[in-house]
């Protein structure tokens, strides 16, 4: 996915590791601008891929249909920093939206009626402090959404000066790193051979920083 930055029209080409080919370009006439946080990866949610603007726009590319749109997000205030945002899948393979609006965490769901309408509607709101695994006073300091795995559901976490990863459907959290200078982070999965382990460790989701 690109930019036609001089008309800020998004444009999509697809490789096919089949034919060793690209397809045609495909674009849209909807203007659209990429966020602070551009170099964020797309999120996969049922046969579509998402990426998330600076405020509520997002582009969708029906990997089916082969067909790109921008559609709008969930009415997020604008106090609330680009890089609080995230999509997620929701339930029942609907589009989620996640902000991190401290003290609460809040998740928006995408429900399509059966005319194909499409709204936005609260889903879950969750307080920071219930959180179990984070400190207990944590209203100092930097609170951001850092990153997303879509594969575990785990989001990252800017406590203060300490990154934790969080479980969104057990909502708890483990402690990862401590620092003062990081911009994002990548989830990445280890594999390995049925049976073998390293250190007796087991197969495992793990997060990456920029710092």
């Known amino acids: 996915m690109s930019m036609y930055r ?18 045609n370009l495909i674009s849209t006439e909807a203007s659209y601008q990429l966020g602070g946080d551009a170099d964020n990866p797309a999120i996969l949610v049922g046969h ?4 998330l603007s600076r405020r509520d726009a997002i582009v969708e590319f029906d990997l089916d249909g082969q067909s790109l749109a921008v559609i709008t997000g969930p009415p997020v205030t604008n106090d609330i920093l680009c890089q609080n945002h995230r999509i997620i899948p929701a339930e ?29 509607v609260p889903w879950k709101t969750i307080e920071i402090h219930t959180i179990l695994g984070l400190p207990s006073q944590i209203d100092a300091g930097w609170k951001c959404l850092m990153g997303y795995d879509e594969d575990n559901d785990v989001v ?9 990863m ?23 999965t280890s594999f390995y051979t049925p049976g073998t382990t390293i250190n007796g460790g087991s197969n495992r989701a793990e997060m990456l920083h920029d710092t």
Request: positive net charge.
């Open 6 to 23: 001089d008309v800020n029209r998004p444009t999509v080409r697809v490789y096919s590791s089949e034919t060793g080919m690209w397809g």
């Open 48 to 51: 579509a891929l998402y990426w």
């Open 92 to 120: 029942d393979g609907a589009l989620g939206f996640a902000v991190l609006s401290f003290p609460c965490f809040q998740m928006w769901r995408r429900n399509a009626n059966d005319h194909g309408v499409a709204t936005w």
């Open 156 to 164: 990252s976490l800017l406590v203060g000066y300490s990154i934790f």
């Open 166 to 188: 969080v479980q969104l459907k057990s909502m708890q959290s483990r402690k990862l790193h401590e620092t003062k200078f990081i911009t994002q982070c990548h989830p990445f």
